[in-house]
């Protein structure tokens, strides 16, 4: 007999070096910290011995490696000999204090947003990364994949006849002097080049699947114009970081303006785009350069407005992305988790 069964595609793994793998997930699938986990923050290049580290340094770090939950004292921080590796300790032990406090590391993102508590930008954008990896974990669009990078990834933003172009900030620097990305380099440096030189190279539909050869090479670039399936993926992507953290439904949508008579509130998704939509809605008037800095309009609708503030409920809520004056992109994903107009805490 012949077997007519379809294999089913292999779903593939990506970003193997966050870690991803080392943590649990509970019952609603959030992300529960482990001690393999914790166990690799010990053994970052930051709080590895080198060659000149004093034997109290080498004890602890490899007593902490065995036991990455072992308690450390103030003396233990104390008796170090390197002032570097002293202040490396102890932030590294505040943020395993605040991770061991949160039931998720969900939780622990969230709840940095609602308490004044300081926590390296590094571990915050690792730490978005875990979460976005565990909510795309199955996914085999490797369009979501790099649109979800923009989350906790710098990009770097160029604007050629209407096409908004994103890069992966890092590598366009590291390659600032033109060795390695070739065309893509030299236009996301100067913006100079026409948008279409840049066709064969940006991630698309029929390129997608390349996304998981390269996944943590970070040198493909994604297309946010409106029309585009670069665009859609990050549409997406937004969609199910707003489900994952505050059990909602949502559908977004790229605009092109935000109409007068309809705006009651909206989101900026980084600073840049905060303060650009907020003097606009309070009546100011920017100047063009700034208001070309805006990226990305985005209309975002709850499937149940049951589900949005009273005193808005039913009424769409508008998104905005906006690179800097030197043409980066920093995206703020916390803004989602505290600004959007929710009836009930998340």
């Not at 508590?117 to 875990?130: A, D, E, G, K």
């Not at 990305?296 to 503030?309: K, N, Q, Y």
Request: aromatic share 6%.
């Amino acid at each position: 007999m012949v077997d007519l069964t379809i294999p089913t595609p292999l779903v593939p793994d990506f970003w193997e070096s966050c870690g991803y793998r080392s943590l649990a997930r509970d019952g609603d699938g959030r992300l529960v910290v482990t001690d393999d986990f914790l166990r690799r923050y010990w053994q970052r290049p930051e709080l590895a011995p080198v060659e000149s580290s004093c034997d109290r340094e080498r004890a602890l770090h490899a007593a902490l490696v065995a036991n990455p939950r072992r308690a450390v004292g103030a003396e233990d921080i104390a008796a170090l000999a390197d002032p570097d590796a002293r202040e490396n300790y102890a932030v590294m032990l505040r943020f395993r204090e605040r991770l061991a406090q949160a039931p998720s590391l969900e939780a622990f993102y969230a709840g940095l947003f609602r308490d004044d508590v300081t926590v390296p930008p590094v571990f915050i954008r690792h730490v978005v990364q875990l979460v976005l990896r565990n909510i795309l974990d199955g996914e085999t669009d490797g369009l979501k994949a790099r649109a979800a990078e923009v989350f906790h990834r710098d990009q770097r933003v160029t604007v050629e006849q209407g096409a908004v172009m994103l890069a992966d900030a890092e590598v366009v620097e590291m390659h600032a002097e033109g060795g390695g990305l070739g065309t893509i380099g030299a236009l996301l440096r100067e913006g100079k080049v026409p948008a279409r030189t840049l066709e064969l190279e940006v991630l698309d539909t029929p390129s997608a699947a390349e996304y998981w050869k390269r996944d943590e090479r970070h040198d493909t670039v994604l297309c946010l114009s409106p029309t585009h399936a670069g665009c859609a993926a990050f549409c997406r992507v937004l969609e199910a970081w707003i489900a994952h953290f505050h059990r909602t439904t949502v559908r977004i949508a790229p605009v092109r303006e935000i109409p007068d008579e309809e705006w009651v509130w909206h989101v900026g998704l980084d600073a840049e785009a905060t303060a650009i939509l907020n003097d606009v809605y309070r009546g100011g008037d920017p100047d063009e350069d700034r208001l070309r800095r805006i990226v990305g309009l985005f209309r975002l609708e709850f499937e149940d407005p049951a589900d949005m503030r009273a005193d808005v409920a039913g009424r769409p809520v508008f998104l905005g992305l906006a690179m800097t004056a030197e043409g980066e992109l920093r995206m703020k994903p916390q803004n989602l988790l505290v600004n959007l107009p929710l009836g009930r805490p998340a």
